[in-house]
Each structure stands twice: as structure tokens, then as C-alpha cells.
């Protein structure tokens, strides 16, 4: 299969697809994740992204698809392929669609997690993340680790994402509503778009998500 999901920041995509992608037995392209790996590796890519990226606005174009593209490319992904954060605003969209018609393939469904705004704010101010594995979130108050500071599943350090903090959220949350929410009518118009609510636990997101995937699949 391939997937994209969407929704705002905080709505629990990077969780979500981490468990999904594994249920699919497909990698999980995250760009966030690859713009971090850059910027933690020091690579020219990750040292244009970073500005962008600390500030809560979109990495241009011209790096973000060639990345994305990249990645798509590899040898994990001939099969499908779960994509976090990507596409991100409309001409992404149009480039992932020029992509895959080149590939002679499609898209088989856009998985749209629905948070209402004040829960993502609460949600992003209290997370940390592990610095071995993007897939380890913790919440400070809603999902406490055992020991402050340290990731429950592989004993890695948790760290605030320099771009969780308040002002940037809200910057975030603002690009997300101006350049990414008209991709979900961009793909409505393909017929492609399930929404499903992304509260409650994490296990029971990922069941509805299942649950979703596999009636749009038909
Ligand atoms: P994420 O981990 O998906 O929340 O992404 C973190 C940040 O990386 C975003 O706020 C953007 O600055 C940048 N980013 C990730 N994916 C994209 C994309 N598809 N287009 C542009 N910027 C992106």
C-alpha cells in the first residue's frame, strides 16, 4: 500500500505510522525525520533545512521533494510505503503525483487524523522525544516515563524538539492551516481521503486507522 498521512502537528502521526508501517509490513518515510538525521549528521541538506525548521516553516520546495524522492526510490520501498510529513502543501502533492504516475503507480489512501487545536497545543508542549528513535514520544504529565528523562523502551535521553515550544507550535499550527490542510481537498477531489479521530489511546487510533485503511482498500 501505499499511504500518506496528514494532520496538524501534535496529532500523533509519527506514532501512529510507526505502528501502522509495521502492521503493513512498509517503511515509514518521515521527511521531519530525515531533515533531523541531516541536521544531526551536519550535512549541507540539514544545514539549509535548520532555520526553517527551528522557526516552524515549511524547508523550500526544491529540498524538501528531491529528499523525499530520494527516499521513496530506495529498494524498501518498491512495494509501498507509509509517508509522515510528506506531502506538505499543494505543489508536494502535485510533485508526489507526477512521481508516482512516472512509476506507473497510485496513491491508495490519505489517512487524515482529526485533534481538536487546544489538544494539540497540550499534547506538544509536553512531549519528548527519544533521541535513538523518533518512535519513542513520551508526554511529560499524559505518558510520564519511568525515569524523567529517559526512554522507557530502549534507555536512549528524551529530548523537547527545539520546534515544540509555544510560539513555534503556533507558527506550525498556523502553516499547517494556511499549506497543508488544502492537500486533504486536493486529494478528497481523488477520492482517496479517510478521516478518523486521532483521540483516545494510541492502540485505539491504530485500530480505527486499521480499520479505515482496510475498508478504503475495499
Ligand atoms: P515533522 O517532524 O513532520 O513535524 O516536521 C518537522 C519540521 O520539518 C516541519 O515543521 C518543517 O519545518 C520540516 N518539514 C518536514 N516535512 C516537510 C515537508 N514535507 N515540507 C517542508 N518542510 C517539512
Not at 551536519?42 to 515549511?58: F, H, P, Q, R
Not at 492551516?177 to 481523488?190: L, M, N, S
Amino acid at each position: 500500500m501505499r499511504i500518506v498521512l496528514v494532520g496538524p502537528p501534535g496529532a500523533g502521526k509519527g506514532t501512529q505510522a510507526a505502528f501502522l508501517a509495521k502492521n503493513l509490513s512498509i517503511p515509514h518515510i518521515s521527511t521531519g525525520d530525515l531533515f533531523r538525521a541531516n541536521i544531526s549528521q551536519g550535512t549541507e541538506l540539514g544545514k539549509k533545512a535548520k532555520a526553517y525548521m527551528d522557526a516552524g516553516d515549511l524547508v523550500p520546495d526544491e529540498v524538501t521533494i528531491g529528499m523525499a524522492k530520494d527516499r521513496m526510490e530506495q529498494a524498501d520501498a518498491v512495494n509501498g510505503f507509509l509517508l509522515d510529513g510528506f506531502p506538505r502543501n499543494v505543489s508536494q502533492a502535485e510533485a508526489l503525483d507526477s512521481m508516482l504516475q512516472g512509476a506507473d503507480m497510485k496513491l491508495d489512501a490519505v489517512l487524515d487524523l482529526e485533534v481538536p487545536e487546544d489538544e494539540v497545543v497540550k499534547r506538544i508542549a509536553g512531549r519528548r522525544i527519544c533521541r535513538n528513535d523518533s518512535a519513542h514520544v513520551f508526554h511529560v504529565s499524559y505518558k510520564a516515563p519511568k525515569t524523567e528523562g529517559v526512554c522507557d523502551a530502549c534507555g536512549g535521553e528524551l529530548y523537547q524538539r527545539p520546534d515544540d515550544t509555544e510560539d513555534t507550535v503556533r507558527n506550525r499550527l498556523d502553516v499547517y492551516h494556511t499549506q497543508t490542510e488544502p492537500i486533504i481537498d486536493y486529494y478528497k477531489a481523488q477520492g482517496l481521503v479517510v478521516t478518523i479521530s486521532a483521540l483516545g489511546e494510541v492502540q485505539d487510533v491504530t485500530r480505527r486507522a486499521m480499520g479505515a485503511l482496510n475498508k478504503s482498500e475495499g
